[in-house]
């Protein structure tokens, strides 16, 4: 790697220590990302992608896997270019939660809101409330491999949901 793009990306994760670092208090916003053990068990943690427009301390949080090995149709890939690190949201997996069960101590940084807003579309599509224009990745959507990361997930979300109480 060239001494410039070390640099830069020296700079670019300092840069984004400090926007954690001074969102510590804050509180849960969209973006956010946070350390879950059951999500932590399959290799995710739990980002908050949408707030409810009735309740405002009920967001939608979606799995963000950082091992970017698979994508399939309802995902969305996050570039760790513009956040601290890579990886995929998986939107059709999520899960309604209440501010209370999301502890600032739990808050382990965040996604850029480009992707936050990428999810949103994804999950208008999903519900049908908007057509999908983007290629339908079929292959990887019907491959045994990511069909059982996704059971394993949707077992984390279901044990979470368990824990806290389904919203």
């Given at each position: 790697?060239?001494?410039?793009?070390?640099?830069?990306?020296?700079?670019?994760?300092?840069?984004?220590?400090?926007?954690?670092?001074?969102?510590?208090?804050?509180?849960?916003?969209?973006?956010?990302?946070?350390?879950?053990?059951?999500?932590?068990?399959?290799?995710?943690?739990?980002?908050?992608?949408?707030?409810?427009?009735?309740?405002?301390?009920?967001?939608?949080?979606?799995?963000?896997?950082?091992?970017?090995?698979?994508?399939?149709?309802?995902d969305v890939v996050v570039d760790e270019s513009v956040t601290k690190c890579g990886g995929v949201l998986r939107c059709g997996r999520g899960c309604w939660i209440s501010s209370d069960n999301l502890p600032k101590d739990k808050r382990s940084g965040f996604v850029d809101i480009s992707f936050v807003n990428e999810a949103k579309r994804v999950l208008r599509c999903l519900v049908g409330a908007e057509e999908v224009s983007w290629a339908v990745r079929e292959n990887v959507d019907c491959d045994p491999d990511y069909a059982e990361l996704l059971d394993d997930i949707t077992k984390a979300v279901t044990a979470f949901e368990s824990r806290v109480g389904a919203v």
């Amino acid at each position: 790697m060239r001494d410039f793009d070390v640099q830069y990306q020296i700079n670019r994760l300092k840069r984004l220590e400090k926007i954690v670092k001074d969102r510590a208090n804050d509180p849960c916003s969209l973006g956010d990302l946070y350390v879950i053990p059951e999500f932590a068990v399959v290799g995710c943690e739990l980002a908050v992608v949408l707030q409810n427009l009735d309740d405002p301390l009920l967001w939608y949080a979606v799995p963000f896997d950082q091992s970017d090995s698979m994508v399939g149709t309802w995902d969305v890939v996050v570039d760790e270019s513009v956040t601290k690190c890579g990886g995929v949201l998986r939107c059709g997996r999520g899960c309604w939660i209440s501010s209370d069960n999301l502890p600032k101590d739990k808050r382990s940084g965040f996604v850029d809101i480009s992707f936050v807003n990428e999810a949103k579309r994804v999950l208008r599509c999903l519900v049908g409330a908007e057509e999908v224009s983007w290629a339908v990745r079929e292959n990887v959507d019907c491959d045994p491999d990511y069909a059982e990361l996704l059971d394993d997930i949707t077992k984390a979300v279901t044990a979470f949901e368990s824990r806290v109480g389904a919203v």
